[in-house]
């Protein structure tokens, strides 16, 4: 395993849309890892193949439940509505509003091929509509309502905020 670059924004990478998978190689294979160990030391909750450079349909998200491994990942239902600040380690130091669906059903494949089905709520469901928009090549900031902040700056209110 190794750790990937992440593509920041301004890449054309992250602007294009991804291939299906038609069969799990090797090399797919260790790129699912590799996306994990990249995930996990960039601190994020979700990275999509072409954050990494590889126009594949392969996301992987821990909310901290444990590693979600999707494979040409469909969502097919969605329901209610959240809003709440969204970040991406493709844009790293940034955050904005973002409304999602509160719920959502994916189904796709798993790492070994075999269709799975999840089902997130909140959280889970954010992070799947936004490295599930990362394989359509879309950027979570043309989602934002308003400003884009700084991370820093929001930290530092919330801080104050606690005094």
């Not at 990937?4 to 090399?27: A, F, H, N, S, W």
């Not at 072409?50 to 439940?65: A, E, H, K, S």
């Not at 990362?134 to 989602?143: A, I, N, Q, R």
Request: glycine share 8%; proline share 4%; with cysteine.
């Amino acid at each position: 395993m190794a750790l990937r670059q992440i593509r920041v924004y301004g890449d054309d990478i992250l602007t294009k849309q991804c291939r299906e998978v038609k069969e799990m190689t090797p090399r797919l294979k260790e790129l699912v890892q590799d996306m994990l160990e990249t995930m996990y030391d960039a601190e994020g909750v979700g990275l999509a193949a072409p954050q990494v450079g590889v126009l594949r349909q392969i996301v992987v998200v821990d909310v901290g439940d444990g590693p979600i491994i999707l494979v040409n990942p469909r969502i097919t239902e969605q329901d209610g509505e959240q809003e709440g600040m969204e970040g991406c380690l493709s844009v790293p130091g940034k955050l904005g509003k973002v409304t999602r669906p509160n719920h959502v059903v994916v189904e796709a494949l798993d790492e070994d091929m075999n269709p799975v089905r999840v089902e997130g709520e909140e959280l889970l469901a954010r992070a799947l509509c936004h490295e599930l928009d990362h394989l359509e090549g879309v950027v979570y900031t043309s989602k934002v309502e308003g400003e884009l902040y700084d991370s820093e700056d929001l930290e530092e209110d919330e801080e104050e905020s606690e005094d």
